[in-house]
């Protein structure tokens, strides 16, 4: 990464611009993912993916996703737009599928979109090259992220317009699934890097951990953790939002100070590995 890129990444607007749309009709369920995904249309003529906060993982996943997408866009990666995705109560009323008008009910309020990719293909690397660097800055994210669905399995990498975009980071952070030890948690190796698609060729994660600390500074992350609306927050923890809020920025930040823990694991698992 040269020093001029670093310095634009430093200097981006901190607080992402979120756009808010209404999705105004139900194309077609995903059924490969768990929690039902869907294509869905929006007020603003363009399709998205959208991600239910009636879903099985609840809003959780939601954050997850948001915050994992932000943080990998921050970070220079190419990431389909995310936007907060509204629902009527009267949508999915019409939906034949009893599965999927339960979980349409269930999401009311606002949901989580992301851009869809028409024509993007599943990422597959032994069709696709991938430089060390950028095998290295992907596994270092994803590390930092806890997340643990980059596997060879399931990549959620797409290639379009012969370039990698990241998708799917709805696994991530699954420190919140357990709240009451995040202090411990936020400082604890990645030991699920061992199965990363990437690990092999991510051999430069010393020389990323130096550039990705500079981007990724504490208002940096604070600015990126602020995007989670209210009642997301409010529907699922007892606590108020910029406590919960608060949670998420100290658990990044420790993380991002203690990198060379998981950098550290990450190298060893590869060396096992190959």
């Not at 993007?120 to 992220?145: G, N, R």
């Not at 051999?203 to 981007?215: H, S």
Request: net charge negative.
């Amino acid at each position: 990464m040269s020093a001029d890129f670093l310095d634009l990444l430093r200097n981006m607007t901190l607080v992402p611009d979120i756009r808010k749309v209404n999705v105004t009709r139900y194309v077609t369920p995903l059924r490969e993912g768990g929690s039902l995904p869907a294509i869905a249309e929006a007020d603003d003529g363009f399709l998205y993916v959208i991600k239910f906060r009636g879903a099985g993982q609840g809003v959780k996943a939601l954050i997850a996703e948001l915050i994992g997408g932000e943080i990998a866009r921050a970070l220079g990666f190419k990431v389909p737009e995310i936007v907060f995705a509204g629902l009527d109560t009267a949508f999915g009323r019409s939906e034949p599928d009893e599965e999927i008008q339960d979980l349409l009910k269930a999401s009311v309020g606002l949901n989580l979109g992301l851009h869809y990719l028409s024509g993007a293909i599943t990422f597959d690397p032994s069709v696709t090259h991938v430089s060390y660097k950028q095998a290295s800055e992907i596994v270092w994210m994803d590390c930092l992220l806890t997340n643990v669905d980059r596997t060879p399995r399931n990549t959620n990498m797409l290639t379009w317009n012969k370039e990698i975009w990241l998708i799917d980071h709805g696994a991530a952070l699954y420190f919140h699934h357990s709240w009451e030890n995040w202090e411990e948690q936020a400082v604890r190796p990645f030991n699920q890097v061992e199965n990363h698609v990437l690990l092999p060729r991510a051999i430069e994660l010393e020389e990323i951990d130096q550039e990705f600390k500079q981007i990724l500074t504490p208002e940096r992350i604070e600015a990126i953790v602020s995007l989670i609306p209210d009642e997301w927050i409010t529907s699922e923890w007892l606590e108020e939002p910029d406590e919960v809020r608060s949670i998420y920025t100290q658990f990044l930040n420790r993380r991002i100070a203690a990198s060379d823990i998981f950098v550290k694991a990450a190298q060893h698992a590869r060396e096992q590995r190959i």
